[in-house]
T-cell receptor, first 114, second 114 residues
Framework: KNQVEQSPQSLIILEGKNCTLQ??????????LRWYKQDTGRGPVSLTI?????NTKSNGRYTATLDADTKQSSLHITASQLSDSASYIC?????????????FGRGTQLTVWP | EADIYQTPRYLVIGTGKKITLECSQT?????MYWYQQDPGMELHLIHY???????EKGDLSSESTVSRIRTEHFPLTLESARPSHTSQYLC?????????????FGPGTRLTVL
């Protein structure tokens, strides 16, 4: 069964600290993996996308890694800011479907305290 | 910032009413999607469209219907709202003919049925 599991479910950190969010997936055949940021009451916004051959991708203070062999990804946030408070969603695309079927994790709710 | 819009942002309505959630995008994307998301849960695809006059049901069974008469417009209709329809509804669009294209999300409509 194709699934995307994220951990931790929620995380509280102090402003300026770093943190790492985890994503494990069983989606096969694999096409790509995205990390989205979803602010409360808003739609998700894409942060990074990685295909099978890529093992790291950065977007400012966000760095995503991918290990396609172990089917794991992580999102590292450096020098956190209050505006980083949001839900971070891991999304894996299935290469086997015409539509490019997306499998969503439940997200990690990150809260950054001053 | 993605040019995809949803109205209304919030809707509180009584049981049995007919409602239409609007979604419009100005990016000329062919593919559009509707997702349903409950608090703390993953997004579930309920409808999608490859282009004008194309609509398909998603993975999650939904009593809603959609139409795609114009490229930029993808409204979702509930003929008779029920409390079980209370949820957040997210519209998205994507433009490329391959599975690696990014979906851009609207801000969502928070629906509450009393």
């Amino acid at each position: 069964k194709n699934q995307v599991e994220q951990s931790p479910q929620s995380l509280i950190i102090l402003e300026g600290k770093n943190c790492t969010l985890q994503c494990n997936y069983t989606v096969s055949p694999f096409s790509n993996l995205r990390w989205y940021k979803q602010d409360t009451g808003r739609g998700p916004v894409s942060l990074t996308i990685m295909t099978f051959s890529e093992n790291t991708k950065s977007n400012g203070r966000y760095t995503a890694t991918l290990d396609a062999d172990t089917k794991q990804s992580s999102l590292h946030i450096t020098a956190s800011q209050l505006s980083d408070s949001a839900s971070y969603i891991c999304v894996v695309t299935d290469r086997g479907s015409t539509l490019g079927r997306l499998y969503f994790g439940r997200g990690t709710q990150l809260t950054v305290w001053p | 910032e993605a040019d995809i819009y949803q109205t209304p942002r919030y809707l509180v309505i009584g049981t049995g009413k007919k409602i239409t959630l609007e979604c419009s995008q100005t990016m000329g994307h062919d593919k559009m999607y509707w997702y349903q998301q409950d608090p703390g849960m993953e997004l579930h695809l309920i409808h999608y469209s490859y282009g004008v006059n194309s609509t398909e049901k998603g993975d999650l069974s939904s009593e809603s219907t959609v139409s795609r008469i114009r490229t930029e417009h993808f409204p979702l209709t509930l003929e008779s709202a029920r409390p079980s329809h209370t949820s957040q509804y997210l519209c998205a669009s994507s433009g490329l003919a391959q599975s690696t294209d990014t979906q851009y999300f609207g801000p969502g409509t928070r629906l509450t049925v009393l």
